[in-house]
């Protein structure tokens, strides 16, 4: 099926990655240990002579020329050039019955590594991240024995620089499979799959497939489905295909379809969630009337004699989820509230009074942003149109209801639906990531989002 949310790293997003990665793997190669190197070789005019290197110290390894590559279909490679490092140590021989030893140093250069890396999905629909093939090549090493016998180390040096050319090749590549499944893959572990939004709801953010490499940009296809916390059903409609535009200006992108916020609607409805209730203590005070039956007598005469001067009580609902369209103009949807009033009795139980509509007389229109990482909305509704569905109090105008539900919606309850969405939803990002450079835009079925990223170390 297709995804309802697609997350996309361009390849500038995959350039600031390799740049903190290349930065943690220069750090682990210097942390490399290395063997004592000993063994026997035979100088002409001298004879055997016994050698043993001890104390390897790997002073410095550096890493200037990398790049990473998108390999289509394939995954990620990486390509270090000219990297460098230095060793010191201690050096020993034995002559026949002469001894000695001194110090040694030992310069490599032109080390070249090429890293594959294999992008995945665990069982959990969290990334995954490994190594599929490293090579390591050095094309020089250079090595210089200091002490009363380092002449005679240096007529054999070729053979220690075979060797110690072999042993850190191969140390290289350890490190670096060591080092890809102890730091970007416990850190991809970060993402969240699910994300907790309150206590209705949750988004699943699972991976429905493994990320894909294109030739320009790396692609994550997500479940992207809101779901109720307490019962979890099945979505009855489903996800249409994301067209993503040709622009790779910013870092990454996220692609919410009309889906994702669709499957918000259904949540929060099959949760019993889109339940508003107004009473007369919400009224803000610089509004002059208040929610009682005294109020609405002015337009329904009859409750004056049936409830006199009692509190009421309007409970909102929808009866069915809202559903949200997206093209490119914008957000607009068009939801069905119906309102029922009520009086209260003193003993704090309800006399159904008269049921309404209300519908929107155009399309309810919806700002969305991106703060904090964050999806954000804000909404604006029109002119409201009413109409009367039952009447337990018998017939009335209900054009006559028509000001004092315009404002009790603009007053009351729009303020407190967008102070929710202020809060907004949370994009699915892994740990210590911060967005900037935002870029909102609206495409048919979907709302693309693109920004740069700002990692944080710990």
Excluded at 208 to 235: C, M, Y
Excluded at 268 to 283: K, N, P, Q, R, W
Aim: hydrophobic share 40%; proline share 6%.
């Amino acid at each position: 099926t297709n995804p309802g949310f697609v997350a996309r790293i361009t390849q500038a997003g995959l350039d600031y990655a390799h740049q903190q990665g290349i930065a943690v793997l220069e750090k682990e190669l210097v942390q490399l240990k290395l063997p004592d190197i000993s063994g026997d070789y035979r100088v002409r005019h001298v004879g055997k002579v016994h050698y043993e290197l001890s104390s390897l110290d790997l002073r410095s390894f550096h890493l200037p020329y990398s790049r990473i590559s998108l390999v289509p279909n394939v995954g990620l490679q990486v390509s270090i050039s000219n990297a460098f490092a230095e060793v010191d140590g201690n050096w020993r021989v034995k002559i026949y019955f002469v001894r000695d030893h001194g110090s040694f140093d030992l310069k490599v250069e032109n080390i070249y590594i090429k890293i594959n890396l294999k992008l995945g999905s665990d069982t959990s629909g969290k990334p995954t991240i490994d190594t599929s093939d490293c090579s390591t090549r050095i094309s020089q090493v250079r090595v210089h024995f200091s002490g009363k016998f380092g002449w005679l180390y240096n007529i054999f040096h070729s053979v220690i620089e075979s060797r110690f050319r072999k042993i850190l090749e191969g140390k290289v590549c350890e490190n670096v499979v060591s080092s890809v499944r102890s730091e970007p893959q416990p850190y991809l572990q970060t993402l969240p799959v699910t994300a907790r939004i309150d206590a209705v709801a949750g988004i699943d953010y699972s991976l429905v497939a493994p990320p894909t490499a294109t030739a320009q940009s790396l692609d994550v296809d997500l479940k992207g489905e809101f779901f109720s916390l307490a019962h979890r059903s099945a979505v009855p409609f489903s996800p249409l295909a994301l067209s993503f535009p040709p622009d790779h200006d910013r870092m990454v992108y996220f692609g919410a379809s009309s889906y994702f916020f669709n499957t918000a609607g259904f949540a929060y409805h099959a949760a019993g969630a889109l339940v508003f209730e107004i009473t007369d203590s919400m009224i803000p005070k610089d509004i002059e009337f208040h929610l009682k039956t005294s109020t609405f007598s002015a337009f329904i005469p009859q409750l004056e004699t049936m409830y006199p001067d009692m509190p009421m009580k309007l409970r909102l609902s929808t009866s069915s989820a809202p559903f949200l369209n997206i093209g490119p103009g914008g957000v607009s949807l068009k939801p069905v509230v119906d309102i029922q009033a009520y009086a209260i009795f003193p003993n704090s139980s309800l006399a159904p009074l008269f049921l309404l509509s209300l519908v929107s007389s155009g399309n309810v229109s919806a700002v969305i942003d991106m703060k904090s990482s964050h999806i954000v909305g804000n909404l604006t509704v029109g002119r409201m149109k009413l109409s009367l569905k039952h009447s337990d109090v018998g017939t009335f105008q209900v054009r006559m209801l028509q000001s004092i539900m315009n404002i009790l919606a603009s007053s009351i309850l729009l303020p407190r639906l967008n102070a929710r969405l202020d809060q907004g939803f949370p994009l699915p990002l892994p740990d210590r990531i911060q967005l900037f450079n935002v870029l909102v835009q609206f495409h048919q079925n979907f709302l693309l989002l693109g920004a740069d990223v700002r990692y944080q170390p710990r």
